[in-house]
């Protein structure tokens, strides 16, 4: 990735810093324009002012927070949907409208795991593969704004033997780091001239450092020397928006592929 804009997507405060805090701080010492949407909490809750604080450190934009509740924290967003319980276009709309303003030539969000299967991870993907063609599109939300389509989308996830460090330390409270094979990670990202922004930015999230079994929690009890070493590479995988072709026959889905939402009840 060169020094263009980036556009993160995340699901959650904190998630910005430990899918991709490096590489937000590398771009933005290069003098690029960077920010974060954040698909859930209020901007108005103590997440909304940690996630300010974060990416104050990392020289990232203001906080841009659809507001939607987080799944296993209804009152994240009080009077809000959970995230997974959101009309999907509207949540599309939202994004796309946060893409069209910034004009990002990079966008970065979860992989198809969301690397924890959580439910917000892997919805957050979803909307975000999904805004990033819309916003091309103007025809599709035109109140957006302009259509717009970023040079590249990036998928932040974990190898399997490169991330097995991390894999061991979540084992030692009982979670499951969600890995791809090694060799699907098209771009992994050496940060450790940035790490001191990466640190600092993770321990600004102080809710979830103090939440026991949090991985911002795992990796603040570590010595700084330790949590370096897993936190000094940043892996990405390279989303191909050129991809998609209309085929010059019609399949009747011989493989039965039907996508769920990748939500739970």
Not at 93 to 102: D, P
Not at 239 to 264: I, M, S
Request: include cysteine; hydrophobic fraction near 45%.
């Amino acid at each position: 990735m060169s020094d263009a804009s980036i556009l993160g997507v995340f699901a959650h405060p904190d998630d910005e810093v430990l899918a991709a805090g490096g590489v937000l701080a590398r771009h933005a010492a290069a003098g690029a324009r960077t920010a974060v949407v954040t698909a859930t909490w209020a901007p108005d809750s103590h997440r909304a002012e940690e996630l300010a604080q974060a990416l104050r450190i990392l020289g990232a934009a203001e906080p841009r927070m659809l507001g939607y509740a987080d799944h296993q924290v209804p009152d994240s967003a009080p009077g809000q949907p959970r995230l997974c319980d959101a009309p999907l276009d509207e949540a599309i709309g939202r994004v796309v409208a946060h893409i069209r303003a910034f004009r990002p030539d990079i966008v970065i969000t979860h992989d198809p795991s969301g690397a924890s299967g959580h439910p917000d991870h892997i919805r957050t993907h979803q909307i975000t593969l999904l805004a990033v063609h819309a916003s091309g599109l103007q025809d599709l939300h035109p109140h957006a704004g302009p259509a717009w389509t970023p040079r590249s989308l990036w998928l932040a996830a974990y190898p399997r033997v490169g991330a097995r460090d991390l894999a061991d330390l979540l084992a030692t409270v009982g979670k499951r780091l969600l890995t791809v094979p090694d060799e699907m990670v098209t771009s992994p990202v050496d940060v450790h001239l940035w790490i001191s922004q990466k640190q600092e930015a993770l321990l600004a999230h102080r809710s979830e450092v103090a939440r026991p079994r949090s991985l911002p929690a795992l990796l603040s009890g570590l010595p700084a020397s330790a949590r370096a070493d897993l936190l000094g590479t940043e892996w990405f995988m390279h989303y191909d928006l050129n991809a998609g072709r209309v085929p010059q026959q019609r399949v009747q889905d011989p493989l039965h592929l039907h996508p769920g939402t990748g939500c739970e009840a």
